[in-house]
């Protein structure tokens, strides 16, 4: 079963529309941390946001903005005012606690390709 | 500030051949992952290591092999590459158990097997 389920394969907006990427979680542990990348079409992975399950507070940085919440098991994610830079594919990840099997290793989803139009 | 080098950037193999893919990290970090990222499948890992000397197989392991006999090295081995494993490659590091400490990733390795 995945544990991190993005369902949204692709998403297209215009130029300064806001756009909502939704990322949903699956797990047991009551400690666990989720993280946002971005991979810009240069192909690196680009580091955006932390999160650990303690800290429901939502985040803002910019135009980016992270609703955290556990009662849904969600951790999405808002551009304002997008632009075309924008354009990516987003990767929502989980980390759960250390133990001998997983040892820190990321779950991602499987991304949400972000079309930004001029 | 290098953070996480991959090297070759590209290579181009042929079924059977071998080859290995370097990572290199200069952050001191402890845990070392290597993930393979291919088309709506996200990236999945492959082989991880939690320290020198040390090594342990992810979710899909089968044809790879890893080695850490320095800290700051990981390598993935293919050795004799299929059509299958045609990806891209992402090697990764962490600073030990600091788990809200974020994965540096390297710029990627892209993979063709022909």
């Known amino acids: 079963a995945q544990k991190v389920t993005q369902a949204q394969t692709e998403i297209s907006v215009v130029e300064k529309e806001d756009v909502t990427l939704d990322c949903v979680y699956e797990t047991r542990d009551t400690t666990y941390y989720l993280f946002w990348y971005k991979q810009p079409p240069s192909g690196e992975l680009v580091f955006l946001i932390r999160r650990n399950s303690f800290d429901e507070q939502n985040e803002i940085s910019g135009r980016y903005s992270w609703n955290f919440q556990k009662s849904t098991s969600s951790f999405n994610f808002t551009i304002t005012a997008s632009q075309v830079v924008d354009s990516a594919v987003y990767f929502c990840a989980l980390s759960e606690e250390d133990r001998g099997s997983t040892l820190g290793r990321l779950y991602f989803g499987r991304g949400t390709q972000l079309t930004v139009w001029p | 500030n290098a953070g996480v080098t991959q090297t070759p950037k590209f290579r181009v193999l042929k079924t059977g051949q071998s080859m290995t893919l370097l990572c290199a990290q200069d952050?001191?970090?402890?845990?070392m992952y290597w993930y393979r990222q291919d088309p709506g499948m996200g990236l999945r890992l492959i082989h991880y290591?939690?320290?020198?000397?040390?090594?342990a197989k992810g979710e899909v392991p089968d044809g790879y092999n890893v080695s850490r006999l320095k800290k700051q090295n990981f390598l993935l081995g293919l050795e004799s590459a299929a059509p299958s494993q045609t990806s891209v490659y992402f090697c990764?590091?962490?600073?030990?158990?600091?788990?809200?400490?974020?994965?540096?990733f390297g710029d990627g390795t892209r993979l063709s097997i022909l």
């Open positions: 990764a590091s962490r600073a030990g158990r600091a788990q809200l400490q974020p994965q540096h």
């Open positions: 952050m001191n970090h402890e845990y």
């Open positions: 290591s939690v320290g020198e000397g040390t090594t």
